[in-house]
């Protein structure tokens, strides 16, 4: 037993605008890569008001990385250069390899009442990154649901959760940098100690309520240990657990473009503008 990790840092979610003006709350910046590596960016979508998001995200590119949409309430349409479209709604999953390159379009279903997702970037490492692009979906019902206590709940989008006498793997298991993503609710007061890799960047975002330490809203960075204990407050709370083996290489990100060198940056964008991203 190496120990329970600690709470190194605590990172407040920023109000920001992405696609034809959808409001969102950003987690990511050059300054935080190496500290969440592999991960780049954590982005929520909330509001029951059609003009913060009904815009959407018209057709755009990608390079370099992976982009992961959960979606909490409302529905988003995917579609793609590959041919790929689809709806995913209420507890429904969208992971997506850009790899050398992708254009795709994610639309909302609907111009007004609840949107709520996470949009999660996923790096990859320099001997991956110009892969052929890729598309899975996963529904609802295809993501295992557990409920290892008391007062908790957690839903396994991706890796491998293994707790007392539960042992699940997630519809996402095999990526180089082994990423788990978890969807957890714990009721008021509930606490569970989850067993991680200890050689794996540990973030813990939460969305509902509040855990010790970290408040809805923030997302906690956790270091040093083979355990992270989560507590919840009196009202209970929602959260995403986050753990991936980090990549440790050079990251250069421009836009939707995330390589390892500035060269390779401004290939993308040639490629792109030249019409040979998807080559």
Do not use: C
């Not at 959960?70 to 999953?93: F, K, Q, S, T």
């Not at 009442?113 to 019902?141: C, D, I, S, T, V």
């Not at 906690?220 to 959260?239: E, F, H, S, V």
């Amino acid at each position: 037993m190496i120990g329970t990790r600690q709470l190194q840092r605590v990172i407040n979610a920023q109000p920001a605008a992405d696609g034809d003006g959808v409001k969102i709350l950003r987690i990511a910046g050059a300054a935080l890569s190496a500290e969440i590596d592999p991960f780049l960016l954590l982005d929520e979508i909330r509001s029951e008001d059609g003009a913060d998001y009904v815009g959407g995200f018209p057709p755009h590119p990608h390079r370099g990385f992976e982009t992961i949409t959960y979606m909490l309430e409302g529905a988003m349409r995917h579609r793609d250069h590959m041919g790929n479209e689809g709806v995913i709604g209420p507890g429904d999953v969208q992971w997506m390899t850009a790899g050398r390159g992708v254009i795709h379009s994610e639309m909302p279903e609907q111009s007004d009442g609840l949107l709520h997702g996470f949009q999660l970037w996923l790096n990859l490492p320099a001997a991956q990154k110009m892969q052929p692009a890729a598309y899975q979906e996963f529904k609802r019902k295809d993501i295992p649901l557990v409920a290892p206590a008391e007062g908790v709940r957690i839903a396994v989008i991706a890796g491998r959760l293994e707790l007392d006498e539960i042992a699940v793997t997630g519809p996402v298991s095999e990526r180089s940098t082994h990423p788990t993503y978890l969807d957890m609710e714990l009721g008021g007061g509930a606490v569970i100690d989850l067993p991680v890799d200890p050689g794996q960047t540990a973030l813990v975002r939460v969305f509902a309520g509040d855990i010790e330490g970290v408040a809805h809203g923030q997302m906690g960075l956790y270091a040093n240990g083979d355990t992270i204990r989560l507590a919840a407050g009196p009202d209970g709370a929602r959260l995403l657990v986050l753990l991936a083996t980090p990549i440790r290489e050079p990251i250069v990100q421009r836009g939707p473009f995330v390589m390892n060198t500035p060269q390779e940056i401004e290939q993308a964008m040639r490629d792109y503008a030249q019409g040979r991203l998807l080559a």
